[in-house]
Each structure stands twice: as structure tokens, then as C-alpha cells.
């Protein structure tokens, strides 16, 4: 439920004043939602693997989770799985918080975000951990990708996937929010921003809330908030959706260069981000998400970031050739 009160600095930010602070306001399937009430009520909860698109809605549903089991801070241990990848973490840190029982609350918790990040060591070291102190903690996840978890671990998780959130609802979100705060609004803008930036809702709020200037939302032109990474985005999905037209020459000769150009900037792009947008992107064929997941998960091992990149959009185009020259369709 939204709430206007300022609770301090943190209210500042509308993305965490406005953050759903309730299951009931989570956008989760209904029978999955009333089986985490449940859990809730009964201070009983699985292990749970929140996955989904990045700003879906999977650190807030945790964060409801916690707020609700843990009743004393020495009961939670909260991790980022990127950061904290190794076999030792899982030895050192997260065993010995298991080892003596729970303070207050029922179970321990470990809340471990970003959990896909985690190496394969770790995930293997996991798996007994799981299973050894069941009775005296449990492990809330979060990831973006479940094909980066290894099928044994997944196998002792209650699984729920976080949808893409529709543009409507995400449009009705972000008024709300405006006439909360009592924000002059072109719809126009704020379709724009929405556009640009779903399914990260959370980048949606937060460049609407950077964008007002005395309770006013700045007018908002494509440039002004297209992103060098979406940007990218763009020119390679318009690349897939002229392979096997006759737009496809054309379209090359002229993505590819700018492709390039915009990789030679001066910032270097987010090449994470980039991988998440396009694997998420709706009007992706498969065959072209199939490279960028193969690609993505030998991105950390690379030495040159930029040449491995354009690998992969040379490699969607052979697929995508490859695919039409087979099957006569896109």
C-alpha cells in the first residue's frame, strides 16, 4: 500500500518511499501469493528463489518476506551474491551464522541477492548447507537468470518467477506516485520514460523523480534519456528483425558502424546491463537469446570486453541467417 509519510533521508528517494510495502500490493499470481501469506502466518517459509527481469519487483517481495519473519536483527544474514562468490564465504560466513540457533525468530534467514552471480563452487558447497541446518535456517534468493543455478540447488528451492510487469500497470504505478507528490505531469513524458526503461520499473521511478523541477516533470525527448547501453539495444534488435527481409543489407551497413561508434565512446558501455535488456526483451527471437546467454555467461572470463561483444552480434546475425536459411522465417 502507498504510503506518504517522510520517514527520514530514505523517504527522499521515491523508489523506496513508494516501495510496496505488503504481499497484497506484490504482482504475483494468486495462488502464489496466498501460499507466501500462508507462510507468512504460520512463520514457516521454504526455501524461496525469487527470478525475474531486474527492477520486477524481486528484492521488494524479499524484503516483505524478512520484515515479517525476522523479529531480531541477529536472525538475518543479508548477502550480495556478486560480491560474494567463493567457496569460503560459504565456510567461513554463512555455516557459522547457521551453527547457533535462532535468536528470536523462528528460523534463521539468509537473504542472498543477485544470487546467479555466485560461482559454481559456491552453488555445490550450498547444497548441503541447505540440507544440514534446514531446521534451523532458511534461504531467501534473488536472480535474474535461473539457467545460471545449478539444477540440484533449484531443486531444493520453492520457485516463483517474476513476471514483466505490463505497461499500463506500470503507467497507473507511476501517477499514482505524481499526484502523491503533487507533480505536474505530460503524459506524453511520462510514456516515454516508461517505454524506454520496462520492465526496470525501478529506473523508471527513479528517472521520473530526477527529471522534476518545482513539482514539475521536465519535458522529456528520447535523447535526453536514451541510454548508450539501450541505444545498443536497439540497433541490434532492429538488426534481428530485418535478418531474412529485404531491409537486411541495409540494415547492416548501417547498424553495425553505429554499433561500433557508440562502443567507442568515451564511458564504456555496461555491458552487464546490456545482456539483461536483450535477454529480456520481448521481441527478441529465441534464436538470438540462445548466443546472448552463451556470451553473457563467459563475459567475466574475457580480456577484451568490447571484441567478445561484437562476437556476439556477429554471431546473432550468422544465427539468425542460419535460422531463416533453414525454417524460411524469422
Excluded at 114 to 120: I, K, L, M, P
Excluded at 247 to 259: E, G, H, S, V, Y
Aim: charged share 25%; net charge neutral.
Amino acid at each position: 500500500m502507498f504510503s506518504s509519510t517522510n520517514d527520514g533521508m530514505l523517504n527522499s528517494l521515491w523508489v523506496e518511499k513508494y516501495r510496496p510495502k505488503s504481499m497484497i500490493d506484490i504482482v504475483l499470481g494468486e495462488d502464489q501469493k496466498q501460499f507466501l501469506i500462508k507462510c507468512m502466518e504460520k512463520e514457516d517459509l521454504p526455501h524461496v528463489l525469487f527470478h525475474g527481469p531486474p527492477g520486477g519487483g524481486k528484492t521488494t517481495i524479499s524484503r516483505i518476506l524478512i520484515d515479517c519473519l525476522v523479529k531480531n536483527d541477529m536472525d538475518i544474514l543479508t548477502m550480495n551474491g556478486s560480491d560474494s562468490t567463493g567457496i569460503d564465504t560459504v565456510r567461513d560466513v554463512i555455516i557459522g551464522f547457521l551453527k547457533s540457533p535462532p535468536y528470536k525468530s523462528k528460523f534463521k534467514y539468509i537473504f542472498i541477492d543477485e544470487f546467479d552471480g555466485t560461482s559454481h563452487n559456491y552453488q555445490q558447497a550450498l547444497r548441503s548447507v541447505m540440507e544440514t541446518y534446514a531446521e534451523n535456517g532458511r534461504f531467501i534468493c534473488t536472480a535474474n537468470y535461473q539457467s545460471k543455478i545449478i539444477d540440484p540447488l533449484i531443486s531444493r528451492f520453492t520457485v516463483f518467477e517474476m513476471k514483466t510487469l505490463s505497461k499500463d500497470f506500470v503507467l497507473e504505478y507511476v501517477n499514482k506516485i505524481l499526484k502523491l507528490e503533487k507533480v505536474e505531469a505530460d503524459q506524453n513524458s511520462i510514456e516515454l520514460i516508461i517505454q524506454s526503461f520496462i520492465p526496470d520499473v525501478r529506473k523508471i521511478v527513479n528517472t521520473i523523480q530526477k527529471n522534476i523541477v518545482n513539482k514539475k516533470l521536465k519535458k522529456i525527448d528520447a535523447e535526453s534519456i536514451t541510454s548508450l547501453e539501450k541505444k545498443i539495444c536497439g540497433l541490434i534488435v532492429q538488426v534481428c528483425d530485418d535478418i531474412g527481409t529485404d531491409r537486411k543489407d541495409a540494415t547492416l551497413n548501417q547498424n553495425i558502424p553505429q554499433i561500433l561508434e557508440l562502443m567507442s565512446k568515451e564511458s564504456e558501455p555496461d555491458y552487464r546491463q546490456i545482456y539483461q535488456v536483450l535477454f529480456f526483451h520481448e521481441k527478441l527471437p529465441a534464436w538470438a537469446k540462445i548466443k546472448i546467454n552463451q556470451y553473457q555467461n563467459m563475459h567475466q572470463s574475457c580480456a577484451l570486453p568490447s571484441a567478445h561483444f561484437m562476437a556476439l552480434v556477429y554471431d546473432i546475425i550468422q544465427s539468425g541467417m542460419t535460422y531463416f536459411t533453414m525454417f524460411k522465417k524469422k
